[in-house]
């Protein structure tokens, strides 16, 4: 029923953590396919341990996470797909409330739900309690890519995820990829659903105290501007959008908090060159 397509790159430990759980799962009509960045042999050692488990393919990709993803939605054979990162892991009933969701809606094109870490709080954006239908107005609060499950006959139509979007792609725009294919799903006239029991897990990415964060802001923020621009918000919505992480920079300044302050800043400038990035560099959807 399911193909998990797994990218990864210069992770190991992270990696068997995944398997272990894709071992443990009530529902057992899977493939792993994954997606091999590395330039080395790191992660036969892994896959050889576990190939007696479940179904693995050991495919190769150049770097760049939506390169990665199409390369193994190309090898993909199972009528439903996700995309587990290589960090994150499954509930033992991950894959059977997923394929509940999907027979109980024939329509259904794609099934989002929570990324929380080991302690239930949510680990990579905030998302909602309720269930809902996706829009254009809610995708940001319904859910992430590892939280993503859908029929491969859509994405198949969609063309897969947008290369010039994510991380490690040749662009600045080093987020946004998922969001995009939401939107896109939505224009498309498909049907898109946020189920919150449907659970995936994922350690917290943004810790105020990861030297990264700031960089990391500058990078995503790039990524959400073109996004913005790609998919024809208006200038009204942009600009909302950038006084959110300024009004958060003044607050910050006047709390004398400023890595809080540089972190927010990072973020509205990032937008703001992600926004006019991608007018130069002309969307085609």
């Not at 396919?33 to 330039?39: M, T």
């Not at 709080?121 to 254009?136: F, Y």
């Not at 105020?208 to 919505?237: C, D, Q, T, V, W």
Request: hydrophobic letters at 40%; aromatic letters at 8%; one cysteine or more.
């Amino acid at each position: 029923m399911f193909s998990l397509i797994v990218c990864s790159v210069d992770r190991t430990d992270h990696l068997a953590r995944l398997f272990r759980s894709l071992a443990t799962q009530d529902f057992t009509h899977f493939e792993v396919i994954l997606v091999d960045q590395n330039e080395d042999d790191r992660l036969v050692p892994l896959v050889s341990a576990h190939q007696d488990r479940f179904a693995i393919r050991h495919i190769r990709s150049p770097r760049g996470l939506s390169r990665a993803r199409n390369t193994g939605i190309a090898s993909a054979s199972q009528p439903l797909i996700a995309f587990p990162d290589d960090d994150c892991w499954y509930r033992p009933d991950t894959l059977t409330l997923a394929s509940a969701i999907f027979e109980a809606d024939p329509a259904l094109g794609i099934a989002t739900g929570r990324t929380l870490d080991a302690d239930g709080l949510p680990s990579v954006s905030p998302t909602g309690q309720e269930a809902c239908a996706i829009t254009r107005r809610n995708y940001l609060s319904c859910g992430n890519s590892n939280g993503i499950f859908l029929r491969r006959s859509l994405i198949e139509t969609l063309g897969g995820f947008d290369e010039r979007l994510g991380v490690g792609a040749s662009t600045p725009f080093q987020s946004g990829e998922e969001a995009d294919l939401l939107l896109r799903a939505i224009a498309s006239g498909a049907t898109l659903g946020y189920h919150p029991h449907l659970i995936v897990h994922h350690d917290q990415v943004v810790a105020a105290n990861n030297p990264r964060r700031i960089e990391r802001a500058a990078k995503y923020g790039a990524g959400f501007g073109a996004l913005l621009r790609k998919h024809g918000f208006s200038p009204g919505h942009l600009a909302y959008r950038l006084l959110r992480p300024l009004a958060g920079m003044v607050l910050a300044l006047a709390r004398g908090d400023l890595a809080e302050a540089r972190y927010k800043r990072a973020w509205a400038c990032g937008i703001w060159r992600g926004w006019t990035g991608w007018r130069r560099l002309g969307s085609k959807s």
